[in-house]
């Protein structure tokens, strides 16, 4: 364990004096997302070490640089898990990382996104002071849920010392099953299973084959198995697990690589390249070269949102531009949080 609080606190009090910008680095795993770092690398791995867990009372808190892979480890020698399966896209990945970015595995619709984890976090602000957030039960929120916001805003609104997460039982089996479909028939069916009382955790379509992750005990998986029939998966773990960190043949190649989210009984959508269905069709991936105007038009057409996950040029817009309402309330709490601008500047958006 290394507590680097103050050192921290002084580095950042140094760039606001000097009035030098940050670039917030853990692990670097997912540098790739979003708009090219700008500022001053801040590297924050040192940080790091499980500070309480209780696995009985099913809650964690850890250091913002300590390893993913530490923590499931640890995780898994008491037989849980951490609910939204994060993805580490390297052996680096941190849980500062994981709860700045906000992105959630294939098991995100069953038990919860990164969002729905977060207990409370402690953090530098742009004014170089250590706040403290919510705590370590699902009761204690008042006004607003400061630590929530902080998932998924890339490091722009401070520097996650610590978080609070709430962690799940492993489930006692796991069994995958799969069945051919079209598209259209792929959507409507995974629908129709996620409103029934499956022990889902997972449901993917890969263009010709939908797969259904089912967990818990022996019982309930073989009765389930009975409902949806299909054939059974070898190595569910690793196919996954291949999913999850995008080792999935899908993934390969150059072309620019989308992330869409809609509702997951939107109809496929006309945008030309191939197309990958997660959560139950909820979070769909896209191959595709087309226009990025042309992406985010389609996407808030659908009542959902895009984002340029991967891409060779990284100049243009990556985050699906908001209503000017919207983006006003997200100028205000950036300004709340840090005011001179401090934090991972135009990581999201290019005029803040």
């Not at 005990?217 to 697990?241: D, N, P, Q, V, Y």
Request: hydrophobic share 40%.
């Amino acid at each position: 364990m290394s507590d680097l609080s103050q050192e921290l606190q002084q580095a950042v009090d140094h760039a606001l004096h000097q009035n030098i910008s940050l670039n917030i680095a853990g692990g670097g795993s997912k540098s790739f997302y979003g708009h090219q770092p700008e500022g001053a690398r801040l590297d924050v791995a040192g940080h790091h070490g499980i500070i309480t867990y209780e696995p009985t009372e099913l809650v964690m808190t850890a250091r913002g640089g300590t390893p993913l892979r530490e923590i499931e480890a640890l995780l898994a020698e008491h037989r849980q898990m951490l609910p939204f399966e994060p993805p580490h896209f390297g052996d680096r990945a941190t849980l500062g990382g994981a709860v700045a970015c906000g992105l959630s595995g294939p098991r995100r619709p069953f038990s919860g996104a990164v969002r729905d984890c977060v207990l409370g976090c402690t953090l530098i602000n742009g004014q170089a002071e250590i706040l403290s957030f919510g705590g370590e039960v699902m009761k204690n929120v008042a006004g607003y849920d400061i630590a929530r916001l902080m998932v998924g805003a890339m490091g722009t609104l401070g520097l996650l010392l610590s978080v609070s997460f709430k962690i799940l039982p492993r489930p006692a089996e796991e069994i995958t099953v799969s069945l051919e479909m079209d598209p259209a028939e792929a959507i409507e069916t995974m629908n129709r299973w996620a409103g029934q009382p499956l022990p889902l955790s997972g449901l993917f379509y890969d263009g010709s084959r939908v797969y259904a992750r089912l967990c818990g005990t022996a019982e309930s998986i073989a009765a389930a198995r009975r409902r949806l029939g299909g054939e059974r998966l070898a190595r569910s773990g690793e196919f996954w697990h291949a999913l999850r960190e995008q080792q999935h043949p899908f993934f390969q190649g150059k072309e620019n690589l989308w992330r869409l989210s809609v509702a997951p009984a939107t109809p496929m959508m006309d945008l030309p390249g191939e197309w990958l269905l997660d959560w139950g069709s909820a979070q769909r991936w896209l191959k595709s070269e087309a226009p990025a105007a042309e992406v985010f038009r389609a996407a808030e057409t659908a009542g959902g949102h895009a984002t340029l996950f991967r891409s060779a040029d990284r100049s243009g817009q990556r985050f699906q531009p908001l209503p000017a309402t919207l983006m006003k309330y997200h100028k205000q709490l950036k300004q709340a949080f840090d005011p001179n601008g401090l934090f991972n500047p135009k990581r999201m958006y290019s005029d803040w």
